[in-house]
């Protein structure tokens, strides 16, 4: 397994920018397919983006298609959304997972891996 750790959350009002970094620990960082989850309050965990090890490919939910990019720095073995446009509908938890494969995944069952979560809230 390996270890991760959220940042960058925060308040912002709507329209504003964050961007959230999750930080790895563990040897094989570059062999985890990476992705970005968020739970809202009374909702269930949802998927939000996610990346190969190699970057090359990335999935998105489509609320957050042209707003939200995920990129990753193996080198650095940090993963990190960048998240502009945002919307009161954007405020939730947001998580970091990692899966011990190499191929991508929105669905949360397959990822091993959680960070503790960062909050984001976005102000109308």
């Known amino acids: 397994q390996v270890q991760l750790v959220e940042s960058g959350g925060g308040l912002v009002q709507a329209g504003g920018s964050l961007r959230l970094s999750c930080a790895a620990s563990?040897?094989?960082?570059?062999?985890?397919?990476m992705g970005w989850f968020r739970q809202a309050p009374g909702k269930e965990r949802e998927f939000v983006a996610s990346?190969?090890?190699?970057?090359?490919?990335?999935y998105y939910v489509d609320s957050v298609k042209g707003r939200f990019t995920i990129s990753r720095d193996n080198a650095k073995r940090t993963m990190y959304l960048q998240m502009a446009s945002l919307k009161p509908e954007d405020t939730a938890v947001y998580y970091c997972?990692?899966?011990?494969?190499?191929?991508?995944?929105?669905?949360?069952?397959?990822?091993?891996?959680w960070g503790q979560g960062t909050q984001v809230t976005v102000s109308s």
């Open positions: 997972a990692a899966r011990g494969s190499a191929s991508v995944s929105r669905i949360a069952s397959d990822y091993d891996s």
């Open positions: 563990g040897r094989t960082f570059s062999s985890y397919a």
């Open positions: 990346i190969s090890w190699a970057g090359t490919i990335k």
